[in-house]
C-alpha cells in the first residue's frame, strides 16, 4: 500500500532564506510523486512532479524536489524563499490501484509555509 | 482556457437540506474527482469518475452522491445524510492512466448550519 507523511504541519522562514519542505512516501512499487501548492481558498496547483525519470525534479517558480529511493524521500526546495510562496504544500503519490482505480493519489496533510519579511 | 471551474464559491444552507456542488472541465480528461478538505487532514476522496455513466466510491462516500451523463460535467450532491457538511470541496480531472497529474478547480466552501 502506498502513504504519504509531510513531517512539518508548519514551517516558519525568513523572506530570502532557503525553504525545505519534508516529505516521506511508503510505496510497494515505483512511485509517481508530486509537489502541489494552495492559496488560501484556492485549489490545487500543480508544482512538480516525479515519474521516474531525472531524480532532481524542477518545478514552477524556482522550487525543485529531489527523490531519493534509498530515504524514500521527496523533499521539497527553494533556494530564496518570497513572501508570495506563503500558502499549503501538499506532497502527493500515485496510489498505483488504490481504491481500485489507476489514477487516485494519496495526499499527504499538508505543510504550511509562513514567509517573514 | 481550459480549467475546471466549480459553483458557487460559498454556499450556505440550513440543515437537513440536500444541496447540488458544480463541476464542470473542459480539459477532455475522462477522469474527475471530488475530494473534502478540512483543516489539517489533507484531502479525502469522496467519489471519482474514470468514464461517462461509471463513478466509485472514495473513502468517505456517505452521505454523498453523483453523477455523471456527460464528460465534462460531475455534480456533487450533498444530502442530509451527511453528518457534517460544513468542508471545502474540491473538484479534479486528469486523463486517464497511473502516475497522471490531476488539475484543480478553484473549490467550493459549504456551511451548513
Known amino acids: 500500500a502506498q502513504s504519504v507523511t509531510q513531517l512539518d504541519s508548519h514551517v516558519s522562514v525568513s523572506e530570502g532564506t532557503p525553504v525545505l519542505l519534508r516529505c516521506n512516501y511508503s510505496?510497494?512499487?515505483?512511485?509517481?510523486l508530486f509537489w502541489y501548492v494552495q492559496h488560501p481558498n484556492k485549489g490545487l496547483q500543480l508544482l512538480l512532479k516525479?515519474?521516474?525519470?531525472?531524480?532532481l525534479v524542477k518545478g514552477i517558480n524556482g522550487f525543485e524536489a529531489e527523490f531519493k529511493k534509498s530515504e524514500t524521500s521527496f523533499h521539497l526546495t527553494k533556494p530564496s524563499a518570497h513572501m508570495s510562496d506563503a500558502a499549503e504544500y501538499f506532497c502527493?503519490?500515485?496510489?498505483?490501484?488504490?481504491?481500485?482505480?489507476?489514477?487516485?493519489?494519496?495526499f499527504g496533510k499538508g505543510t504550511k509555509l509562513s514567509v517573514k519579511p | 482556457d481550459g480549467g475546471i471551474t466549480q459553483s458557487p464559491k460559498y454556499l450556505f444552507r440550513k440543515e437537513g437540506q440536500n444541496v447540488t456542488l458544480s463541476c464542470e472541465q473542459n480539459?477532455?480528461?475522462?477522469?474527475m474527482y471530488w475530494y473534502r478538505q478540512d483543516p489539517g487532514q489533507g484531502l479525502r476522496l469522496i467519489y471519482y469518475?474514470?468514464?461517462?455513466?461509471?463513478?466509485q466510491k472514495g473513502d468517505i462516500a456517505e452521505g454523498y452522491s453523483v453523477s455523471r451523463e456527460k464528460k465534462e460535467s460531475f455534480p456533487l450532491t450533498v444530502t442530509s445524510a451527511q453528518k457534517n457538511p460544513t468542508a471545502f470541496y474540491l473538484c479534479?480531472?486528469?486523463?486517464?492512466?497511473?502516475?497522471?497529474?490531476?488539475?484543480f478547480g478553484p473549490g467550493t466552501r459549504l456551511t451548513v448550519t
Open positions: 479534479a480531472s486528469s486523463n486517464q492512466g497511473d502516475r497522471v497529474e490531476q488539475y
Open positions: 510505496s510497494s512499487y515505483s512511485p509517481s
Open positions: 516525479y515519474t521516474s525519470a531525472a531524480t
Open positions: 502527493v503519490v500515485s496510489g498505483g490501484n488504490y481504491g481500485g482505480s489507476q489514477g487516485n493519489l494519496i
Open positions: 480539459l477532455n480528461h475522462d477522469a
Open positions: 469518475s474514470q468514464i461517462v455513466n461509471d463513478f
